[in-house]
């Protein structure tokens, strides 16, 4: 199979695995113990600490380990809730469902800001929404179209009314330089699955001296601010990952992630006619293409791929199945027909020259072959969502 699914999660790099699975096997003391054992786990743990401290520019009291991007989110968000005055939220229109619906969640009213054409958010209208407003929570990245948002500047803008910014950047991590004390946030979320780490283990950064309140209580592991045992394993993936993912920077590595999915599109463009990318092409994650085909319904086509050996998604991960357009493409304007026919493709560390060739030709024949079947009055391929 070729994985061109990497925005729903990643492989678990080989060096990453062998440094988890010593905890997994024998360090099992619970790392809030007082014996040599308990203390050998504390250890790994703070090592960890530092290294995605170091790898996102904080300092390492300002990383708490959750069990992922979702939890991050929903700590974040409820946090920023308790600890903000009485003003209203700001949300991007296209945030991840963790967003939307614990959004839903709060008391206080949460408007929706909207982006244009190229899946970015309309500044000027940030500019309207920020004076009364509580805070802001703005993706790096969107998961579907791979668009950057302009985190910087929504920091600075947000920064000069004293408002907090809380930043979704699950997807953004590992992709692009990220660094939390350049871009000014005051939260943000990361999850290790999507960059080569294991499932269940992620991190919120909490900027020093950020009014802050625990979604979780108990044991007060994390500094009070994370309940919970450690999950130590995952917690000692998510650090070598991490410096992983900073080594890859240093050497170039976004840039190879870029050529992968660039030779794939290029290709693909190249071979099949009524192709067209989605989004802002100028700021874009460099392993993400969201690609429309005219006459050629997404579902079907996906069916197709899974049979030749190629693991894409329609819409976003979370919605495969679904045959309505996805909210981001909904917000984006992209029209319905257009919508319903398109697939994302996100390349990995982990995929080759090879495979990106391989796929574009793959793609370019199932399409070819839908539109057949399609044009030759048989009917669109029905997908039965469950
Ligand atoms: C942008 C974004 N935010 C949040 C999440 C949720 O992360 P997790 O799977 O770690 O809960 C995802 C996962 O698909 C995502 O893509």
């Not at 360090?27 to 014996?35: D, Q, T």
């Not at 790096?140 to 791979?146: D, K, P, S, V």
């Given at each position: 199979m070729i994985h061109l699914d990497a925005n729903a999660s990643t492989p678990i790099r080989a060096e990453i695995l062998e440094a988890m699975l010593p905890w997994l096997r024998d360090?099992?003391?619970?790392?809030?113990?007082?014996?040599r054992e308990a203390k050998r786990a504390r250890q790994a743990i703070e090592h960890a600490r530092s290294q995605v401290a170091g790898w996102l520019g904080a300092?390492?009291?300002e990383i708490v380990f959750t069990s992922g991007g979702t939890e991050s989110i929903n700590t974040a968000l409820r946090s920023l809730d308790r600890n903000t005055g009485t003003g209203h939220g700001l949300v991007s229109a296209i945030e991840h469902s963790a967003v939307l619906r614990c959004a839903e969640t709060l008391e206080r009213e949460v408007m929706l800001m909207p982006v244009n054409a190229g899946g970015r958010l309309e500044l000027d209208l940030l500019a309207r929404g920020l004076?009364?407003?509580a805070f802001v929570s703005v993706m790096?990245?969107?998961?579907?179209?791979?668009v950057i948002q302009p985190l910087a500047e929504i920091c600075a803008m947000a920064k000069a009314h004293g408002v907090p910014v809380h930043t979704d950047a699950v997807q953004a991590a590992g992709k692009m330089p990220f660094n939390v004390r350049g871009l000014g946030v005051d939260l943000a979320s990361f999850s290790a699955h999507k960059f080569h780490g294991p499932k269940g283990v992620g991190a919120l950064y909490v900027r020093c001296g950020t009014a802050f309140t625990p979604l979780l209580w108990g044991g007060s592991q994390e500094g009070g601010r994370r309940s919970g045992t450690e999950n130590t394993a995952g917690i000692v993936a998510m650090g070598a990952a991490a410096s992983l993912m900073q080594k890859l920077q240093e050497t170039g590595g976004h840039g190879q992630l870029a050529n992968l999915r660039d030779a794939f599109e290029n290709k693909l463009l190249e071979e099949l006619p009524g192709v067209a990318v989605n989004g802002d092409l100028r700021h874009r994650l460099p392993n993400t293409s969201h690609l429309s085909f005219d006459d050629c319904e997404a579902a079907g086509l996906l069916i197709l791929l899974d049979e030749a050996g190629i693991a894409c998604s329609a819409g976003s991960s979370c919605m495969s199945g679904r045959q309505r357009p996805s909210h981001v493409q909904v917000a984006m304007g992209i029209e319905e027909t257009r919508a319903r026919s398109s697939l994302r493709f996100s390349f990995s560390t982990m995929n080759t020259m090879g495979e990106a060739f391989a796929a574009a030709v793959m793609v370019s024949r199932a399409v070819e072959k839908l539109r057949r079947v399609q044009g030759s009055g048989v009917g669109p391929v029905q997908v039965y969502c469950t």
């Open positions: 360090g099992y003391a619970n790392p809030s113990g007082s014996h300092l390492p009291e004076p009364g407003a790096a990245a969107n998961n579907e179209t791979g």
